[in-house]
């Protein structure tokens, strides 16, 4: 009976890895990156899908190794990867796009009155100063003629 209550653990183990795999999948859907972030995201998941899967043996099976522990883990990233994985991964893209889009409106609004109000402003201020010193020098040098 305890063999049973294990291997559902390592069902549960494998399904939190998937999930894993699957958040390192929708942060790159999400956000365009980099070959070299790319790598490192790689990276961060199998040490953290490493250190989950000690944390569990050492956890649930006092360090012991099973054929059966494997075995869980891979089914319980197997049945995520089956049944979850799509849902999960298209509800959070989903979100994630919407709480970009709260995000950015805002930040896009504020960017284009700077632009408009501020920016261009002063690049007007700018423009007539420097009329104004060009006059100056341009009647500077008729009066030396």
């Given at each position: ?85 799509k849902y999960f991964v298209k509800i959070s893209v989903a979100i994630i796009n919407i709480l970009k889009k709260i995000i950015y409106t805002p930040i896009k609004f504020i960017i284009n009155f700077i632009k408009k109000h501020i920016i261009e402003h002063f690049i007007k ?21």
């Amino acid at each position: 009976m305890n063999e049973i209550y294990i291997f559902l653990l390592f069902i549960l183990t494998g399904m939190s890895i998937g999930i894993l795999f699957d958040i390192f999948r929708i942060l790159r859907k999400s956000f365009k990156t980099i070959d070299f972030i790319t790598y490192i995201q790689d990276f961060l998941f199998w040490l953290l899908a490493g250190a989950i899967l000690l944390y569990s043996i050492f956890s649930f099976n006092n360090g012991e190794l099973r054929g059966y522990i494997f075995i869980g883990v891979i089914l319980g990233i197997i049945l995520y990867m089956l049944i979850l994985s799509k849902y999960f991964v298209k509800i959070s893209v989903a979100i994630i796009n919407i709480l970009k889009k709260i995000i950015y409106t805002p930040i896009k609004f504020i960017i284009n009155f700077i632009k408009k109000h501020i920016i261009e402003h002063f690049i007007k201020i700018v423009n007539k100063i420097k009329t104004i010193l060009g006059n100056f020098k341009y009647n500077k040098k008729k009066e030396m003629k």
